[in-house]
Antibody, heavy 114, light 112 residues
């Protein structure tokens, strides 16, 4: 069965970096892109962008340029989201989802606190 | 960006009852390929969103037929009949016709 399993919760200080993983199984990793989404506590979902798992080409939403980087480890069927120079407003749960938004990871809660 | 307006915000329901959730888009969601990329999700507390309906009216694998989707253009509806306890949570619509994909603000289904 198709599964996306994300890494565990993170607690960081402002200015630090975090790298979240999303390991796919049950399908051919390179045949479907990976989307990344953000959900602040009690809020709706916001699309951050996606990475083409075949070519590595990335597309970022306007609000997620500069400090946000999508990457791949294709041999491990894993996608990554790195956020640098963390700010208070980055505190949220981050989800990966397969290209058609059909399967989602369980989410990673990132806490940013001094 | 396409604005997705979901109503109501909160929806009290009796178990066994029927409810409808509305999702309106600020522009037509008909893609140039002829498809309409409007989807519905349920997010239970502490979980990730789960796909219920894709492309307006197609039930995803394993979704009971108590869930049905309809609509066209800019106006869409999710109907839930014979509501069960596991249906409670927040429902979201998502459009992926236009870049960037955008979500509705959510409808919380709760027990009356």
């Amino acid at each position: 069965q198709i599964q996306l399993v994300q890494s565990g919760p993170e607690v960081k200080k402002p200015g630090e970096s975090v790298k979240i993983s999303c390991k796919a199984s049950g399908y051919t990793f390179t045949q479907a892109g990976m989307q990344w989404l953000k959900q602040a506590q009690g809020k709706s979902l916001k699309w951050m962008g996606w990475i083409n798992t075949n070519t590595g080409k990335t597309t970022y939403a306007a609000d997620f340029t500069g400090r946000f980087v999508f990457s791949l480890e294709t041999s491990a069927s894993t996608a990554y989201l790195q956020i640098t120079n963390l700010k208070n407003e980055d505190m949220a749960t981050y989800f990966c989802a397969r290209w058609g938004f059909d399967y989602w990871g369980q989410g990673v809660m990132v806490t940013v606190s001094s | 960006d396409v604005l997705m307006t979901q109503t109501p915000v909160s929806l009290p329901v009796s178990l066994g009852g029927q409810v409808s959730i509305s999702c309106r888009s600020s522009q037509s969601l008909v893609h140039s390929d002829g498809n309409t990329y409007l989807h519905w999700y349920l997010q239970k507390p502490g979980q990730s969103p789960q796909l219920l309906i894709y492309r307006v009216s197609n039930r995803f694998s394993g979704v009971p037929d108590r869930f049905s989707g309809s609509g066209s253009g800019t106006d869409f509806t999710l109907k839930i009949s014979r509501v069960e306890p596991e249906d409670l949570g927040v429902y979201y619509c998502l459009q992926s016709t236009h870049f960037p994909p955008t979500f509705g603000s959510g409808t919380k289904l709760e027990i009356k």
